[in-house]
């Protein structure tokens, strides 16, 4: 694993991360300081591709942000990270400090890509959905690269982790450059950021990265769900019903397509 930092390949480190991932508070995580070798770091933001080059962009009542999984239009440190975090070694590495065996990221938009979100972006607090929808394989980890350099606390857009009846946001993470953030993904994870403000040119930057595990119990597929977004307890009660209604509507459908076995 030659772009990554050598302290977290050293075996003492990887099984005091073990520890502090197994009894991290609200939902098992972990949050890596200067992850990558700082070149790699540095060209990865310097070479962030604009807005304009990314090929998803969603804009609703719960979120406001850009997507891309289009390795072939962005600079090559992309896809060299990319085939770092896929490698076999790496996923040894995760199921050393995460204890989930058998992880692997899935070669498609569900796997790696990019994301990011200008000046008022948002992602309203949700767990992520459960089972890829296409391949039925298992989603467990999320893997976040922040590449913000010279982020300010004024900007706003950490990450946020609630608890598990989203009654008290319980930290904060700063998306500051060549921090990790690895959370296991569950029912209780619940997690986004606030709306961010930004200066012109400046952008809220991440490297995303999802690892699944085989299903080997069928009956897990009936409990198949998209993202559940969930309102805040500050929100308003226009927001709360929206949101509720909308997010209950959206993963019955999917459900019974899911059920039905149509492909969406």
Do not use: C
Not at 10 to 24: M, R
Not at 88 to 111: C, N, R
Not at 196 to 206: A, D, Q, Y
Request: charged share 25%.
């Amino acid at each position: 694993m030659e772009l990554i930092n050598p302290i977290y390949t050293d075996a003492a480190k990887v099984e005091k991360l073990a520890a502090e991932f197994q009894t991290s508070k609200p939902y098992k995580h972990l949050v890596l300081d200067n992850f990558f070798r700082q070149e790699v770091a540095d060209k990865l933001y310097e070479n962030f591709p604009s807005v304009e080059k990314l090929t998803k962009h969603w804009k609703g009542m719960n979120e406001n942000k850009s997507e891309g999984s289009n390795f072939s239009d962005f600079d090559p440190i992309f896809t060299q990270v990319r085939n770092e975090i896929m490698s076999p070694e790496f996923a040894q590495w995760m199921e050393k400090v995460t204890g989930i065996k058998g992880v692997f990221v899935t070669d498609d938009s569900l796997g790696t890509g990019l994301h990011q979100g200008s000046d008022g972006s948002f992602l309203d607090i949700h767990v992520d959905f459960n089972i890829h929808h296409v391949k039925n394989v298992y989603r467990r980890l999320n893997f976040l690269v922040y590449l913000n350099k010279n982020w300010k606390e004024e900007y706003g857009g950490g990450m946020e982790m609630w608890n598990a009846d989203m009654t008290k946001m319980e930290k904060v993470v700063m998306p500051i450059l060549n921090r990790v953030l690895i959370f296991e993904t569950s029912e209780i994870s619940y997690h986004g950021y606030s709306k961010i403000t930004l200066p012109l040119g400046e952008t809220r930057k991440s490297f995303y990265t999802y690892f699944y595990t085989p299903i080997t119990d069928p009956t897990i597929l009936n409990k198949y769900h998209d993202t559940i977004f969930k309102p805040k307890p500050g929100d308003s009660t226009l927001k709360k019903v929206g949101t509720n209604t909308k997010e209950t509507l959206k993963n019955f459908i999917k459900g019974q397509l899911k059920r039905a076995g149509v492909k969406f």
